[in-house]
């Protein structure tokens, strides 16, 4: 168990109204509870391309998720990890994001570079699921940096100390299920969800549980050149079943340069009208942005579905 130096722990409260802030993510912004782990593995994913941008030293990318049934949900990456001054800054105050900073530092447009996340509204939708969490984080920046403790609670309050205990840089967030939300904490629902959301990110994610673990995500096939086409159509048409739940005939290869984008469309084995919405999958950088996006593709292709990156 990691030690917490006690006489370093100091209590503060978040600069908004928490309570208000976690109804309106429950009430408002969030169909489901689920999006707490896209926005832990934004945060992460995001992290580590920082920690590539901006360290010299070598290091391996990766995201592990460790779970224990019903009760509780670990997640470590191994990104650029935090300082004092930056868990003030940007795990408390709603807003705030070292993205947004970053890119403000570097003069590059908020929507460009290699961030997926723009606004530090991620880790808050943790207390939909969870009264408390717990971030364990070391920045990468400098070889002394201290290991860092943050607390924080569903009543507006957070502790910072300095741990005995020196992590390997990242960052480390662990959350105990509130009552009614054990279901999201199960093995199948975080693997099922975590695949839903980053099947397709370039950074390996892996599960585990108990004495098992196992990768989530893989190389998109649209990228992919080391297979023969029969192949390549084979494991399209498995993808495309395993994504939207049918068979699919065919499988059409997708690109537009001047778009930035990439994909495969499907052509259905069912009959199909031009009057059904449609519901394309789309990703950004390999994350899942939307599952139901009805207008990407032209009215005239009502019997395809695709994914886009």
């Known amino acids: 168990m990691t030690q917490i130096q006690e006489n370093t722990q100091q209590s503060h409260r978040f600069q908004i ?7 309106l993510l429950s009430d408002h912004l969030y169909s489901s509870p689920d999006v707490f782990l896209r926005e832990l593995l934004q945060n992460s994913v995001d992290a580590i391309s920082m920690r590539d941008n901006e360290c010299e030293a070598p290091f391996e990318p990766e995201i592990q998720v460790y779970v224990e049934e019903g009760e509780r949900v670990t997640l470590f990456d191994s990104g650029v990890g935090l300082t004092e001054d930056e868990v003030h800054r940007f795990l408390a105050t709603i807003g705030q994001s070292i993205k947004r900073v970053r890119a403000q530092e570097m003069g590059v447009a908020q929507g460009g570079g290699d961030y997926l996340g723009q606004f530090g509204i991620g880790l808050l939708a943790c207390f939909m699921v969870s009264d408390e969490i717990e971030v364990y984080t070391r920045s990468a920046r400098t070889p002394d940096a201290p290991t860092l403790h943050w ?28 009552s009614g939300k054990t279901r999201h904490f199960t093995t199948e629902y975080i693997e099922d969800r975590l695949t839903h959301f980053g099947r397709f990110l370039k950074t390996p994610i892996s599960l585990v549980s108990g004495e098992v673990s196992r990768p989530l995500n893989r190389e998109p096939l649209w990228r992919r050149q080391d297979v023969s086409y029969d192949v390549w159509r084979e494991e399209s048409l498995e993808l495309g079943q395993e994504v939207f739940g049918e068979r699919f005939s065919d499988v059409i290869y997708l690109e537009s340069e001047a778009a930035g984008l990439s994909g495969v469309a499907f052509v259905t084995d069912r009959p199909a009208k031009s009057s059904v919405k449609r519901r394309d999958h789309v990703y950004l950088k390999g994350m899942l942005l939307s599952d139901k996006v ?14 886009i990156n």
């Open 17 to 23: 109204n928490l309570k208000g802030m976690i109804e």
């Open 151 to 178: 607390l924080g609670r569903a009543d507006g309050t957070y502790d910072i100390s300095v741990v005995e205990d020196e992590m390997t840089p990242g960052t480390r967030v662990e959350l105990k299920s509130k």
């Open 294 to 307: 009805d207008q990407l593709l032209p009215s005239w292709a009502f019997f395809t579905r695709a994914i």
